[in-house]
């Protein structure tokens, strides 16, 4: 399928859910938009596969009954075997009354019971199809809410209604995981574009996205030798809908590492996340993703106190909240991640994000995190902070990103690229602000925009109002650590020169041409009768005119 047509698909959906969801909260309705396209990847993919092994066993419809449901009627003795060979080649298993086809046949023919046994079938991808249980992955998903209907028959029936329509749209596209993968992401992209603010914050657009993945993917001692062939792990500790750790695998191919690690406090966003990795194809054995608070460090899998067998990753990405406010206790002051840099004020908690997911890095690995402006010069704790990481040679790339790009903000943010073991003996500053296109209300980064971030960043090489390789002396000592990027990078263009000779010359020719021309006027004026207009400043006399 074309990209075009994927973006056909995505546009389809996004038509479908503006239509059905009515009076309902646009939040509320992407759950259960999300949820069915999620049931429906997973449905085809496992009929496939079990059409693809039971070969000439596979019996057709009859009635009602799907084949995998009639094949489970007839063959009750064979179905624990079957189901353990489907967990080995699939990595799951589905009733085939919890499958698509049988929901879209009940919805058709108005089936009494639809509402009831989708409540069983989301209950079983949680706790039974997968060799990880995804408990509570449908918990956003209240199929007895009254925003449905106020009686059963009423939710019943508007379930049908939005299964059929959903059905509908997708039945001329394919069920492969890149295409309702792609429709999967844009529409998360279209609720948080159109759900403001809030909707906004667990989404990372796709243009900065790609900048972030693409720069941790290289390699991180030589950059200008393009991306690494294989990555073991990568960390999103603020991970939303996982877009970002996606795009991280996108930019190495589905082979290109060995585990997706994300960590997101939202539950909603959590369970978006975990769909959103299994509809890409991601194996539940190859991603893990919790649900917790990155700042209180509750993750037992992070919170290993020997040095020796503390978690580290190759590539450290996030996009965590700007300057959340929190409440840091006194014993963080000796918390690992903190410990040797300092406990970031209650006003902004950047640092605080930053310097975990830092914790957690490889030697040898990268870390790209998106920031706001302040934490380049804000002062106080936040600058004992940013002294200690500067003189520890730890900032390695510095990126300002033009304003609105975001959906939760319009702010203008940066990129901070970090390395624990990094070689130029200086800090590339990069100034993109009047890179973007306008697009309706938003700002976009162009692909030739990205690039030209992406390949400086390779080279280190300095432009003329882009990018400027700065010495630590000129950090240090002139700027006192202050990394404001228009300090180092500024993008205002010089004043023209003005040649005072020649303007002089012009402004006496000038002159001279209106004092002759109103002379002549003037001569005119008299014959009529009329007074003259006064004269301004003569010619100068050493011009050789009279005066």
Sequence with gaps: MTDNEQKLLGKTLWEIANKLRGAMNADDFRDYMLSFLFLRYLSDNYDEGARNELLDDYPGPNGHVTPLQRWYEENPD??????????????????????????????????????????????????????????????EINLESEKLGKKYPDRNERLCSIVKEIAKGLEEFSADKDTLGDAYEYLIGQFAAGGGKKAGEFYTPQQIST??????????QNPT???????????????GSGSLLLNVRNQLKDHGIGKIYGQESNITTYNLARMNM????????????????????????????????????????????????????????????????????????????????FHYLKDEGTMAIILPHGVLFRS?????????????????????????????????????????????????????????????????????HIEKII???????????????????????????????????RTEKPEKEIDLGETHVRLVTSDKQIYEATNKHNYFIKELGLPPLPFGIAPDKTSGEKS
């Design 78 to 139: 064979d179905i624990a075997e079957f189901e353990k060979m489907m967990r080995r080649r699939m990595h799951y298993v589905i009733h085939p009354d919890f499958l698509w086809g049988n929901i879209v046949a009940m919805a058709k023919r108005q089936d009494n019971d639809l509402l009831k046994t989708l409540q069983k079938g989301f209950k079983h991808v949680e706790e039974e199809s997968f060799q990880s249980t995804f408990q509570g992955l449908f918990s």
């Design 211 to 220: 900048i972030l993945s693409k720069i941790v993917t290289l390699d991180s």
């Design 455 to 489: 390949s400086t960043y390779q080279s280190r090489e300095n432009e003329d109002r882009f990018s400027r390789r700065v010495s630590m002396e000129e950090i240090i000592e002139k700027n006192d650590y202050n990394l404001n990027i228009t300090r180092y990078v």
């Design 225 to 239: 030798a393009g991306p690494k062939k294989r990555l073991e792990s990568v960390l999103d500790f603020a991970c």
């Design 380 to 448: 106080g704790v936040e600058a004992r902070i940013r002294k200690k990481l500067v003189d520890d040679g730890h900032i390695d790339t510095v990126i300002g990103l033009p304003s609105n790009l975001f959906y939760s903000t319009g702010i203008p943010v940066c990129i901070l690229v970090l390395k624990k073991c990094k070689k130029p003996d200086d800090v590339l500053f990069i100034n993109a602000v009047e890179y973007f296109d306008k697009v309706k209300k938003q700002n976009q980064l162009s692909p030739d």
């Design 278 to 357: 299994l509809l890409h194809g991601v194996k539940d054995s190859e991603f893990d993703i919790f649900h917790g608070d990155t700042l209180k460090n509750d993750w037992d899998m992070l919170k290993e106190a020997n040095p020796a067998k503390k978690p580290q990753f190759d590539a450290v990405v996030a996009n965590p909240p700007f300057s959340l406010r929190w409440t840091p206790k006194d014993e963080q002051a000796e918390d690992m991640r903190f410990k040797n840099y300092g406990v970031a004020p209650k006003s902004a908690a950047d640092f605080a994000f930053l310097l975990h997911g």
